[in-house]
């Protein structure tokens, strides 16, 4: 795709930091720098988010993240977690529509970093759960 910038990243067209690259996957610093070492794993191949993956992508790309963010963790002493994410859609926060993986590490609560999950296990019943996965299990099956 010629106008998408991880595309321009991966062809070397434009300048980036990488920190690791194989026939399937680069791995890169985000310039937003969240945190020091945040860090992007993208596929070579272009897709548009994880929907667009097969089982053959997502073998390659996931498995190559413990690797990656064991190298970001012991480049700096003062690593004490990750968060590992990945935004998929315009409503889930996805602002370049090539996929990737976000490698956030975290130094202490107070990092320029925040998600939260809301509790609302009181809004739903034992049944609309039970429906719930049970849809999702259907098209499992597909």
């Known amino acids: 795709?010629?106008?998408?910038?991880f595309c321009k990243i991966i062809n070397n067209e434009i300048p980036s930091r990488k920190?690791?690259?194989d026939e399937e996957v680069v791995a890169f610093l985000d310039l937003t720098q969240v945190t020091p070492g945040?860090?992007?794993?993208v596929?070579?191949?272009h897709v548009r988010d994880i929907f667009e993956y097969d089982e053959e992508m997502?073998?390659?790309?996931?498995?190559?993240?413990?690797k990656i963010a064991r190298a970001i963790e012991q480049s700096n002493p003062a690593i004490t977690g990750m968060n590992i994410m990945s935004n998929n859609g315009s409503v889930a926060y996805q602002s370049v529509f090539h996929s990737h993986i976000h490698l956030l590490p975290r130094y202490?609560?107070?990092?320029d970093f925040s998600i939260m999950?809301?509790?609302h296990s009181e809004k739903y019943t034992a049944a609309e759960l039970d429906a719930i996965a049970a849809s999702i299990k259907e098209k499992m099956e597909g």
Do not use: N, Q, W
């Open 1 to 5: 795709m010629t106008d998408c910038i």
């Open 19 to 21: 920190v690791y690259e």
């Open 38 to 41: 945040h860090t992007l794993v």
């Open 43 to 45: 596929p070579k191949k």
């Open 58 to 66: 997502a073998a390659s790309v996931f498995s190559r993240i413990p």
């Open 108 to 111: 202490t609560v107070r990092d």
């Open 117 to 119: 999950f809301g509790d």
